[in-house]
């Protein structure tokens, strides 16, 4: 049976807005739900909170809180953060649905990946990673589960910042957060005093687990893995796998660092590193296949990139002997010549035999001339300049014999000012002596100025964020006897504040003045709409109708439930009820008093005793309200009589 069909929440629309199809996934915080946003007609994730910990409110709070600093990322590579809201009971995040897998579906499908597959996904999960350090925050669950990669080959990571809200039920017990797998040693040691090198090392480890198809520490228990982190360095990845290149080995083993002060101070400085590796392995190298790996699609180097979607750069051999037939090139004679005869002639020409092998000789001299040319020291390769300054870039260049070309400055969030970003042609391209290369260097991060958009309508406050360079981020709608309703309340972080450009913008945005919901359950459907109308609020009909308590055609239940709070104009969700649902009554007449009683409440029914004078001191049913049986409403009263 389909699990989803026992999901309360599934077909209802919450807050008037968000339409539940189906149950993606169940964690120990939140339920995750596909669904529709029928205001924008678009697909997304709705992760409701366990009705256990929305009754918390410091917990709700902080939820809420830390979802609106992670909003404020606006990173191509992390799940973003649309909207916050509360109904009823429900207390949900709408977020960016991402249709695909995540890395670890791939390692299990898969096994160990290719060099580039793995330094392909990790780039774009240390530049989310490093948008989130210098915004002042640390993942600290990093591991394969929390990589989605799309369908469109997109790398992006979830569940930033919403594990710390774990801290406020887990800290009475000391329970360190995160998978031990890729827990960092100050973690074991320190939970709660974490920074951003936790990451750095949940990184590491989830690199050598792409590198080599298994994690680095294992045991028995989660004790012994621990143990291990604590006390053990990380393996090099080549040890696993014979023939990875050391500068692999040198970016695990710098991840890792058991002490903090050792590794990258943050995953921009991590990413800096696995650019600048990456520019020095060879094609050969990045390409080759690990023995580890559990599919042979790998094979060949067509598939180079069979993770993650990439345009490659593949150097062209310059053409030889275009214009000679097909048969030069292949080695396979598309028009053999005619046959010999028994005197090594043929039967009306000159001897060709001879002159086949001299064709033969000076084809082959011609192909061994032009790939002498070809490898020969009119070619060289683009050296290693992601990440140098432009002075030792210019240097580097000279060095190889080429000539600085064009060179460009742009913005970025992930390199550091004054370093180069990219070349023309890419890094490790071969081409000729004395070309010139154009570089692009990093001018930094674009910073700036929150506009005040307090008061102003969404749409124009949204307007005007983009205009500046900023990202409207999660919408939260509060009530407001100040503000009308669709309009600004404030912004997070506030008007004037200096930010990077793109950086998200939380919007806080006023639901009008607050109106009492009433109570309408019970009450017959004309009434109960009455009653709403009255109040300023729209009225849904549910498309299901429900067993209830109340009779056919009155309302069951009602989404708000009475005597909350919503906006003027919101709508309230009814669900008629089909009658209380019939059972059948058991027959419990001249059983013992106990017996009687746990039949019929194991029946769905209540049961109420009748003694009377006479039954002071019985202990057997002598009559029963409703005859054995005969039907009567689920959770009505049975009551017996004892003699």
Request: with cysteine; aromatic share 4%; glycine share 8%.
């Amino acid at each position: 049976m389909d699990t989803t069909l026992q999901d309360p929440l599934v077909g209802q629309v919450l807050d008037g807005r968000y339409r539940v199809d189906a149950r993606i996934a169940v964690g120990g915080m939140a339920t995750v739900y596909r669904a529709l946003d029928t205001r924008l007609d678009r697909v997304l994730a709705l992760k409701v909170m366990h009705p256990a910990l929305a009754a918390d409110g410091s917990f709700v709070e902080r939820f809420i809180r830390e979802a609106k600093s992670v909003a404020r990322l606006a990173h191509p590579n992390v799940v973003q953060v649309f909207d916050q809201g509360t109904d009823g009971s429900y207390v949900y995040l709408a977020m960016e649905y991402v249709a695909g897998c995540t890395l670890r579906d791939v390692l299990r499908e898969r096994g160990a990946l290719q060099p580039r597959a793995a330094l392909d996904i990790l780039e774009p999960v240390l530049a989310a990673l490093g948008a989130a350090h210098r915004a002042g925050f640390v993942h600290r669950d990093m591991k394969p589960e929390n990589v989605l990669i799309g369908d469109d080959g997109r790398v992006k990571v979830a569940d930033f910042g919403l594990v710390r809200s774990v801290d406020t039920v887990t800290s009475t017990t000391g329970a360190v957060l995160g998978t031990v797998s890729y827990l960092s040693p100050e973690q074991i040691e320190q939970p709660g005093t974490a920074d951003a090198r936790v990451d750095v090392y949940a990184c590491g480890v989830v690199l050598y687990e792409m590198l080599t198809g298994d994690r680095p520490h294992d045991g028995d228990s989660p004790a012994v893995v621990l143990y291990k982190h604590l006390h053990e360095d990380v393996p090099p990845p080549s040890a696993v796998v014979p023939g990875l290149p050391y500068e692999l080995d040198e970016l695990v083993a710098s991840a890792t660092a058991r002490t903090p002060d050792l590794r990258p101070y943050d995953a921009v400085a991590l990413l800096a590193q696995i650019r600048e590796a990456h520019g020095r392995l060879s094609a050969d190298q990045l390409d080759a296949v690990p023995p580890q790996a559990l599919s042979a699609e790998y094979a060949g180097a067509e598939n180079r990139t069979s993770v993650i979607p990439r345009t490659l750069t593949v150097p062209r051999l310059l053409p030889v002997n275009e214009d000679e037939p097909v048969y030069h090139r292949t080695s396979r004679l598309e028009s053999p010549p005619p046959p010999l005869s028994r005197r090594g002639r043929s039967s009306g020409g000159p001897r060709r035999g001879p002159l086949l092998i001299v064709a033969a000789i000076l084809l082959a001299l011609g192909l061994g001339a032009g790939v002498w040319y070809i490898n020969s020291g009119q070619f060289t390769q683009v050296p290693a300049l992601l990440t140098k300054t432009e002075a030792q870039a210019r240097d580097r260049l000279d060095e190889a014999g080429l000539e600085t070309g064009k060179v460009t400055y742009a913005y970025s969030d992930t390199v550091k000012r004054g370093t180069v970003i990219s070349t023309d042609p890419d890094v490790g391209a071969r081409i000729r002596n004395n070309d010139s290369v154009s570089i692009t260097v990093s001018k930094g991060p674009q910073t700036v100025k929150v506009p005040d958009v307090q008061g102003d309508a969404l749409s124009n406050a949204r307007t005007r964020l983009k205009a500046e360079g900023l990202q409207p981020g999660m919408v939260t709608r509060e009530f407001s006897d100040e503000v009308p309703k669709g309009f600004v309340i404030s912004t997070d972080p506030e008007n004037g504040t200096t930010l990077r450009a793109g950086s998200a913008i939380a919007l806080t945005v006023s639901k009008g003045a607050p109106v009492d919901v009433p109570d309408v359950t019970g009450e017959d459907l004309a009434d109960a709409r009455a009653d709403l109308t009255e109040a300023g609020l729209k009225v849904k009909i549910a498309t299901t109708r429900v067993n209830s308590e109340y009779d056919a055609g009155q309302v069951a239940k009602q989404t708000p439930a009475g005597d909350s709070q919503a906006a003027d104009g919101d709508t309230v969700t009814l669900t008629i009820s089909k009658g209380p649902e019939m059972i059948e009554v058991p027959d419990v007449t001249g059983d013992s008093v106990d017996d009687a009683k746990t039949d019929l409440e194991a029946a769905g029914f209540q049961v109420d005793e009748d003694r009377g004078l006479l039954g002071l001191f019985g202990d057997k049913v002598k009559k029963q309200s409703v005859k054995g049986g005969d039907t009567a409403p689920k959770g009505s009263t049975i009551t017996i009589t004892i003699r």
